[in-house]
């Protein structure tokens, strides 16, 4: 019988899990099992794990693993759901961005996942309630509409593939209720969770170096670490552009960046001279050698007011703006009105500073954005436990914002573990420190306290 065979599939990959039954007193969870005739003739069957703290029987609270079955070999549906009584020791946990972000990656085009776990009063979509492999069961999905944040349709639960969709959730509830407790249950939940956690490998340089050939324009962006400017040198290293560049703060003018004035003090008597700004000096190196790429890299763009600095400039960074009988006036002498086509500007943004200035949306409109994420490095230099550490705290905790704070692959870079502790003790803990601080990563404070505490013998709480 298909729904015995599953039942005992998941069992066996619960206890792999970590969850095995010591005793009749100490469970890690409820087994439900409502799968009697009658229950599948009229296709209300169901089957799967409950908070251990709920009866066997009867309405019950939190989060559950919940399978709909059936005899008609027809599709299944299997879930993470919420008791029909709602949460009584689960809100905390379905608030957290990491469990919606686990469960969002188990699911295709034949599945569903809630953006907030902790609602219960919003249905399920037509999407799912109306789907044509699901009319078997419409009713019951109607009944538990509003409780179930992921549904994912399992046409074949035997197949390979139909098993593989069950053994994650049941790695997704594993992680959910904590019952990994050695390196052999965690391994087993991270090789069921990774042929839906793996993305596409990209070459980097290479994608930068297309949009940049595409859109001219681009921004950076990222937390710091990730190596924005290495990388805007190295594209512009890899296709052999004669490279400017300047770095933004927060006194940066027009006159710093485009042309002004300033004071000769090798005269005698009081008298000026030019000053051409780093973009005026790419621009018109780009319109004298019109068959040389020219690169200008801005770091940290948004460090300086860019409305100020930009002045009339701002009109012209259109990628794809033709002739025109409007000029823009540069420096003395020196109208444009148009940007050659072998002037190219990559520019770096750090989304961990929250006291930078906001950058306007007609600026984001001229500009092409590409995020740059913290990411594993092969390096013998590179410290992958503690990223991994640092990341798995962030990609449970930090909201959709708070991902722009995680701390880059360069803060894990150390020649010794002496090196790396310091690290962590000098840059990675004030940082965090800093963000708990601001009142950011609020939910993760004891999980950043129990690494610091174990790795460098430091707490955040002193």
């Known amino acids: 019988m298909v729904i015995e065979n599953i039942r005992h599939f998941i069992n066996e990959k619960a206890e792999q899990f970590g969850a095995k ?3 009749e007193f100490n469970k890690p969870f409820i087994e439900r099992n409502n799968t009697g005739q009658e229950a599948l003739k009229d296709n209300g069957a169901y089957f799967g794990f409950i908070h251990p703290e709920e009866e066997a029987s009867g309405p019950f609270h939190d989060f559950s693993l919940t399978i709909f079955p059936n005899e008609q070999n027809k599709p299944w549906l299997v879930c993470l759901g919420v008791g029909s009584s709602g949460f009584k020791n689960d809100y905390e946990l379905a608030t957290y961005p990491g469990l919606r972000r686990l469960f969002s990656k188990l699911v295709d085009d034949k599945g569903f996942c809630k953006s907030d776990f902790s609602d219960i009063e919003t249905g399920l979509p037509k999407t799912i309630t109306g789907h044509e492999d699901l009319q078997h069961i419409k009713n019951t999905i109607k009944t538990y509409t509003k409780v179930l944040p992921v549904c994912q349709i399992v046409d074949e639960p035997e197949s390979e593939k139909g098993k ?5 959730f049941v790695a997704g509830y594993a992680k959910l209720r904590d019952w990994p407790s050695n390196n052999s249950h965690r391994k087993a939940v991270v090789d069921a969770l990774t042929p839906f956690m793996q993305t596409e490998a990209s070459d980097e340089i290479k994608d930068i170096t297309n949009l940049l050939d595409e859109r001219k324009y681009l921004v950076l962006q990222g937390p710091p670490g990730t190596g924005k400017t290495r990388t805007a040198k190295e594209v512009a290293k890899g296709i052999k552009a004669k490279t400017f560049f300047t770095q933004f703060h927060a006194e940066t003018s027009f006159s710093d960046f485009i042309f002004g004035i300033r004071p000769n003090l090798e005269s005698e008597t009081l008298n000026y001279k030019e000053n051409l700004g780093s973009f005026t000096e790419a621009l018109k ?11 200008l890299i801005i770091d940290e763009i948004n460090r300086a007011n860019l409305s100020n600095v930009l002045g009339p400039v701002f009109y012209l960074f259109e990628h794809k703006m033709g002739e025109s009988d409007i000029e823009i006036e540069i420096s003395p002498g020196f109208k444009i009105n148009k940007l050659p086509e072998n002037f190219f500007v ?5 989304t961990a500073d929250r006291s930078l200035a906001v950058v306007d949306f007609a600026l984001r409109r001229r500009f092409a954005w590409y995020s740059m994420k913290p990411k594993q490095i092969h390096s013998k230099e590179f410290y992958k436990k503690d990223f991994a550490q640092i990341k798995e705290i ?10 722009s704070l995680q701390p880059g692959q360069g803060y894990f870079l150390a020649d010794s573990n002496k090196e790396m502790e310091n690290r962590i003790r000098y840059e990675i803990f004030p940082l965090i420190k800093e963000y708990l601080q601001e009142g950011l990563l609020r939910s993760a404070k004891e999980e950043f306290n129990n690494y610091f505490t174990t790795r460098i013998k430091q707490s955040l709480f002193e």
Not at 164 to 168: L, M, S
Not at 394 to 403: K, N, P, Q, R, V
């Open 21 to 23: 039954i010591d005793n």
């Open 164 to 168: 593989q969709v069950i053994a994650a």
């Open 285 to 295: 190196y780009a319109k004298k050698k019109s068959d040389e790429k020219v690169i």
């Open 346 to 350: 990559i520019a770096t943004m750090n």
């Open 394 to 403: 962030f990609e449970w905790y930090a909201t959709s914002d708070e991902l």
